[in-house]
């Protein structure tokens, strides 16, 4: 029989809980302070496009089936009473509306989109709407590849088109520009709701205006509306958040993030669970000199006067993080060999580490506390002492104490092995005449002599912006030898100096580098920055790839969107086929026949297939003549110059045939029939090929053309439907509800 758990010995101290009674710790599997998700909006438009493409497949991928034909007898009803609503001048106007959601105005939109985000060095917000245009093209692609829909049947079409019409892919791309533009050019709030009303507004007037003209149907816009706005932006939320990357305009710094709603509920609540700490109020706190974490103020409850002082850390300063020192790895090389973090949670632990290690140093670095979670691996809070009544540097005076704090601040990191990286009036803090230190985010353990000289002259520098060079020049005598100032000052130029300083400096109107080096004995050559290393190569060599291959993308991206999706995605068009065949007959109206395709012989494949207003175009390619060898389009008139008459195809149809010309010896005929025309191309892409063309072609030759040559195979290929033999298929699949024009 167990005895059970041990009992202390008598009079032993009762055992502690681990964690004392005012904190809690998270259970596993409960969410965290401020957990990770999609607005609810963004689930409502991911749930529509699942329904609705799921819907759309379900109902067209089989063809004109039987609730294909009962949508699209509900959905030419409603083109019809558009399209013939009683409205003078709606036709004309419409027009106009239907070119303004058409290239070449959306690509214009588009590049104007992209210059913008350039302009505004918004890169994340770019990448991002470039990657969501190329998975919505694709997606798209797929969903042609199973529906094939073609335009509305009974309306007349007065607007150009190109390629199935479901989705609408006009109104998928406006959708597109306007999502992408309200989401990084238009701050959250007032302003993005109403841009939002425009942009629907406009969509719609838009959608009117192409059913108008009978190119859309009311599903193909709202599907293409539905995939528009749905794919660019479950991108910007994804990968963009608003919290992370706001859109902020009038000075306001892109990696302050809000510290109200949910994020400030948050942060208390993280505070009083994970350190037992309550808070009752939070505020930003020194945003001017704060580029890499978002500062605050917090006000500890039921304690008046009792602040602390916390630093906001999400994984978009990490980002940031990686960029600084990829940049400065590119500009200095070798003297700036370091590892950018590898996450939110290893920064804070980086600056909670040094602010430990600064104080074992004796700086005058504020007490750390510890820091708390707020969203796992991607938002964290670092809790420190609040330096209250200090005043910036650059607001106070500095007196030789305050100098010499100064200076035996970089003295101490020296002999500890220290550089802080980011030394500017905006991290030295004076109180009760002494010098404070703060931000040492970025400090190195065992730095480069080279950061550690700049380290030096930064302070130097600081301290006379206050002061005069001079009367720092004097003071730092005491603690550094000439030797060392003249290297400090060789090595702080340009951008070794934070960007503050460097503002600081200019603003000042004094040439203080200047007057310190005229103060040496002995002016110091400038130490080289630009160091060559392999890893500095190689990174730039990755770089520049990265660049190029980003740039071909989104020259691609922005060619694709500015190109009609004219392309018929089937993978055959013989003579029953009836969604290409439907499509080609409504390019062509006024053709009495359409081209089709018949069994090919060996060697033949179908390549590739288009249908657009006024035209269709079919290619095949051949093992021996190469790409695109034959080439068929359809057309209401051809031109058929010196071509001559030979033995008719079909009943109805006159073939002629024009004189080979061209070093590939293109040969073409012409099937003329009423209302339309069939140019025939032959155009063999080796040369061999021309020659074998020729032969047989050749008059008096004893070779004739067979089925063997490529030119006695032509015949056999083209084959014709009749315009009345359509139109009754399409009547009797759908019970004479249907009628083609």
Known sequence: MSAGPPRPAAGAPARLPVLPADRRRRPSGAPPPLPRHIERSGLIWLAAAIIATAAAMGVFAGGLSRWAVDVTVIDDAVTRRVASAPIPGFTAVARVIAEAGAAPAAVIAGYALVLALIVLRRFRHLLVLVASYAVLTLLTAIFLLVVHRVLPFGVPVQFRWAGFSMPSVEIEKTCAVLTGALYTLVPAGRWRRRGGWAAAAIVVVIGLARMRLGVDAPTDVLLGAILGVTVPLLGMRLFAPEESFPVVYGGAHGAHLDLGGARGEAIRRALKDQMGIEVASVEPFGLAGSGGSSPMRLRRAGEPGGYLFGKLYARSHVRADRWYKLGRQLRYGRLEDEQSFKGVRRLVQQEDYALRICRDAGLPTPQPYGFVELTPDREYLLLTEFFAGAAELGDATADDTVIDDGLLIVRRMWDAGLAHRDIKPANLLVR??????????FAEVRPTPWRQAVDLANMMLCLALRSSAEQVYQRTLKFFTVADISEAFAAARGLALPSQLRQSLRASGRELHEGFLQLLPRRPAPVRVQRWSARRAGALAVVV??????????????????TPASALEVSNMDCHALEPLLAEAQSVPTASEIVCIRPLPVGWTLGRVQALRGTSVITLDNDRAGGDALQLTLTGHCAVGRATAIRAAEPGIRRLRAPGSGARYAVTWYDVFPGGCVRIAL??????????????????TQQAATDEDLAGQVPAIVGYVSRAALRHELAQRSGGRLRLN
């Open 432 to 441: 009760d005449g002494r010098l404070l230190l703060i931000d040492v985010a």
């Open 545 to 562: 790839v990265t660049v190029l291959v980003l740039v071909i993308g989104l020259a691609n991206a922005l060619v694709n969107t500015a």
């Open 683 to 700: 155009r063999p892409a080796t040369q061999q090929a021309a020659v074998d063309i020729r032969i047989a072609l050749r008059p008096g």
